[in-house]
């Protein structure tokens, strides 16, 4: 399935000095079953936005895991828009 997850944290928390965006999420090659899609962040707003594959919940929480205590995130199951014209 395909997860949109929306990571935030505060400018006091933000890890810009501690290693930059890494440091709030697990690498993806370590989590089995996640796979990154796309990732983007807004980085005046201190949100970070990941568009996962994910065999379960569980590897999700594995992925956000080393986060849990600068951010927060919202996870929302995503489909592709297909047939789409421009």
Do not use: W
């Amino acid at each position: 399935m395909l997860f949109l997850i929306t990571q935030k944290h505060t400018p006091e928390t933000c890890p810009i000095d501690a290693g930059g965006r890494e440091v709030l999420h697990e690498k993806p090659g370590k989590v089995q079953g996640l796979k990154i899609v796309a990732a983007y962040g807004a980085y005046s707003e201190h949100t970070l936005y990941y568009v996962v594959e994910a065999s379960d919940y569980d590897a999700i929480e594995n992925f956000l895991t080393p986060g849990f205590k600068r951010c927060t995130a919202t996870i929302t199951p995503v489909s592709q828009f297909l047939g789409a014209t421009d």
